[in-house]
């Protein structure tokens, strides 16, 4: 992407996609908290989507898994791996301080 589009346009289409990403997350949460199962799983299968177009494959994943939780209506499964989701998703979508002390 980057020899194609270029440094400066490819880190716009990163940047853009990992706020797609973001808000995605912030309206599955603000799903699940208000008890909102009804079009969960298209939800989850568009984070599912973005995330493995960005190469977050942890992420994709358990966003599959709680898909398959969500379908086989495993509230006990879904609690568990909506956690799991939560911690992946924070741990995935955070900047690391790391890279901004360097900078």
Do not use: I, N, P
């Amino acid at each position: 992407m980057y020899r194609d589009l270029g440094t400066v346009q490819a880190e716009q289409v990163v940047t853009r996609a990992l706020g797609e990403l973001a808000l995605a997350m912030s309206g599955l949460a603000a799903q699940v908290r208000a008890h909102e199962m009804q079009d969960l799983s298209r939800q989850l299968r568009r984070l599912q989507r973005l995330s493995e177009q960005l190469g977050m494959l942890s992420l994709a994943q358990v966003a599959g898994d709680l898909r398959v939780c969500l379908d086989q209506a495993d509230a006990t499964a879904f609690s568990a791996v909506w956690a799991r989701l939560l911690r992946v998703a924070e741990r995935s979508l955070v900047v690391d301080k790391a890279l901004l002390e360097t900078s």
